[in-house]
């Protein structure tokens, strides 16, 4: 349990270590490398089930593949810009355009990244035990030499990824950069359903800028047939983006300066749900565990994020500082008039959620956060207990930063929640890691 705990500790940071693309471009507070992360497992889900792949292997190589740069650091095609500022005219100009290389200095920046981050992956995973560890190197050595199917396509949505990002900043103004990032995912992307996929961002997002791209992608004899699926794919897609940028209200309200995001505390129990759901395999579907912790909080793109605080807070105001330094105690009947209002306000935003998705896939995810919600499965019972050892561990790095912040009310709430031995042996390894 040690070494499990440290793991998490060191893949953590990545939550706040900023993609250096957007840094390079001069966006503010850009998302960091678990937002992306984020985003890409739930468009790997989509599409893999959409294109007949393997959904586990397929997510858990997006779960994986930037892993290494907790220590290897971002690595960007406009490094090669490096030292350019986008505050400059010329280099402005330079910045826009898409980094174009030879084939010999591509595949020489290639194995100069893959070396970089075989280290990273060697040093993060050296004390995990030998399963685990051969789990993470075999998903990651596979996206990076694309030797399975699962692992081109990953390789195609993470361009597709960091497009619908760029967008989303830049917009779609061949003047403000929007479209630089087009080139290198055209590059890229070769598989019938993502080139559909194209189609459709193109025709959405790029409508009036169409005579900068060129010839026209071929689309597929069954485009016609799934352009409406794909374009609520897209929409959804869109939607939770934000939670990239939502700051988690539970570290707000406490004063937390540089929160984690939505995005961030999703990837964190996700990665939690592989770590310590794999050694449950027989009780507990991999799959459907990873699915349940992506969307198991994304209600809040339109509800907003909440606490257990907050039906105490509206009572009292200008009480705040006193009331976080201890955990909510509500009366049995409280806790259930909560619950009951939660759950409604969860579920319109589910099912506004879902209904973007049409379908099977909207049916899912309303069904995994059901599930979830209810604990009515043995994955629901057992995230939501492992969701409150993720806060847990999150406020116990904020308690180490920072003399002032007390992670004793997130203890209080784990120990009155948590009867799994999973939790209370994980327990007892923070109480050594952070008390020494």
Request: hydrophobic share 40%; charged share 35%.
């Amino acid at each position: 349990m040690k070494n499990l705990l440290n793991f998490l500790i060191e893949a953590n940071k990545l939550k706040e270590m900023p993609r250096t693309g957007w840094v390079l471009m001069g966006v503010k507070k850009p998302e960091s490398i678990t937002g992306h992360v984020f985003r890409l497992l739930v468009i790997t889900w989509l599409m893999s089930e959409k294109a007949g792949l393997n959904v586990e292997r397929a997510m858990k190589i997006a779960l994986f593949h930037d892993l290494g740069e907790v220590y290897a650091g971002d690595a960007t095609p406009l490094d090669y810009y490096g030292g350019l500022s986008r505050k400059k005219k010329k280099d402005k100009k330079l910045l826009m355009k898409w980094v174009r290389l030879s084939k010999e200095e591509k595949e020489k920046r290639a194995r100069a990244k893959t070396k970089k981050e075989k280290k990273a992956f060697l040093k993060l995973t050296k004390n995990l035990e030998p399963k685990l560890k051969n789990e993470i190197h075999s998903h990651w050595y596979d996206y990076e030499k694309r030797m399975s199917k699962e692992a081109r396509f990953v390789k195609q949505l993470d361009k597709i990824e960091t497009l619908l990002q760029s967008i989303e900043y830049f917009g779609s103004d061949n003047t403000t950069g929007g479209t630089s990032w087009w080139e290198g995912t055209k590059e890229i992307v070769e598989d019938p359903l993502l080139l559909d996929f194209l189609v459709v961002i193109q025709r959405r997002l790029y409508r009036r800028y169409r005579r900068f791209f060129g010839e026209k992608i071929k689309v597929s004899k069954t485009f016609k047939k799934r352009e409406k699926e794909l374009i609520h794919i897209l929409d959804f897609l869109l939607e939770i983006g934000k939670l990239k940028h939502m700051p988690r209200l539970y570290w707000t309200i406490r004063g937390v300066k540089k929160p984690e995001t939505v995005a961030g505390h999703i990837f964190t129990l996700t990665l939690m749900a592989w770590l310590f759901g794999t050694p449950q395999k027989r009780i507990l579907k991999m799959e459907k565990l990873l699915k349940m912790s992506l969307i198991h909080e994304i209600s809040a793109v339109y509800t907003g994020d909440s606490t257990p605080y907050d039906i105490i807070l509206r009572k009292s105001k200008g009480k705040e500082r006193k009331i976080l330094k201890r955990w909510t105690r509500l009366s049995r009947k409280e806790k259930m008039r909560k619950f009951i209002d939660d759950f409604k306000k969860e579920r319109k935003a589910f099912k506004r959620l879902s209904t973007r998705l049409k379908g099977s896939s909207g049916k899912e995810v309303f069904k995994l956060w059901h599930e979830y919600r209810t604990r009515s499965s043995a994955e629901g019972r057992f995230l939501s207990q492992l969701n409150v050892m993720a806060v847990l561990l999150q406020a116990l790095s904020y308690e180490g930063q920072d003399k002032k912040f007390s992670a004793v009310p997130i203890w209080e709430w784990a120990l009155e929640i948590s009867d799994n031995e999973t939790n209370l042996k994980l327990m007892d390894e923070m109480k050594k890691k952070f008390y020494k």
